[in-house]
């Protein structure tokens, strides 16, 4: 397993704005996984992309996926304070392993 | 680096029988350690954050009398599965963060048959 490095390491917005922020990884990959991480809590999963695609929704999520690249998106639309946390991006974690997550992306989000 | 070793690997049991899994945190000490399950070609499911000295917190839809956590020491956690049923076959893995990221176990792959 290999670890997924994010992008800003943070991020401060405005309630309302838009929240991009990006994960680099090294080899290639079956799928990708963004997770959320509130403070003190565990990782909870938002949303797997699977190599052959390009782009993926959910509800207020943007995923999309540069295979070429090796880089993946998060934009998280018309965000809210409940937004704020750490999140995490997970290149090919299906089998969790020994793999370690990168420090993350700690998005801030002012009411 | 941050290792968290988890055991056993694997485990068969038959129905309705109790399995325990531990997970320790081997060069660093962890307050709080985090369970997760997964289904085949599924994501890792957060089950409940452990504390150590203290009750664990579930997240919605997990039972707590059934899957009982206790973090009795800053190195050890542990997950026991009470009177397992074949669909509590699954693949669980805790982690733990030394600071830096997060660090998981090789997982337990548990079958009831």
């Known amino acids: 397993s290999q670890q997924g490095e994010e992008d800003p390491q943070a991020l401060s917005i405005q309630e309302g704005e838009n929240a991009t922020m990006n994960c680099s990884y090294k080899?290639?990959?079956?799928?990708l996984q963004w997770y959320r991480q509130n403070s003190g809590r565990g990782l909870v999963h938002l949303i797997l992309?699977?190599?052959?695609?390009r782009e993926k929704h959910s509800g207020r999520l943007r995923v999309t996926l540069d295979t070429s690249k090796k880089s993946s998106s998060l934009l998280i639309t018309a965000s809210r304070a409940a937004d704020t946390a750490s999140y995490f991006c997970?290149?090919?974690?299906?089998?969790?392993?020994?793999?370690?997550f990168g420090d993350g992306t700690t998005l801030t989000v002012k009411p | 680096g941050a290792v968290v070793s988890q055991h056993p690997s694997r485990v068969i049991c038959k129905s309705g029988t109790s399995v325990k899994i531990e997970c320790r945190s081997l060069?660093?000490?962890?307050?709080?350690m985090f369970w997760y399950r997964q289904f085949p070609k599924q994501s890792l499911m957060l089950m409940a954050t452990?504390?150590?000295?203290?009750?664990?917190?579930?997240e919605q839809g997990v039972e707590k009398d059934k899957f009982l956590i206790n973090h009795a020491s800053l190195t050890l956690s542990t997950l026991t599965v009470t009177s397992a049923h074949p669909e509590d076959s699954s693949f669980y893995i805790c982690?733990?963060?030394?600071?830096?990221?997060?660090?998981f176990g090789s997982g337990t792959r548990l079958t009831v048959v």
């Open positions: 080899t290639s990959i079956n799928n």
């Open positions: 452990s504390n150590e000295g203290s009750k664990a917190t579930y």
């Open positions: 060069d660093f000490q962890a307050t709080t």
């Open positions: 997970a290149p090919d974690n299906t089998n969790a392993g020994k793999s370690t």
């Open positions: 992309i699977r190599s052959n695609e």
């Open positions: 982690s733990a963060s030394a600071g830096s990221g997060y660090t």
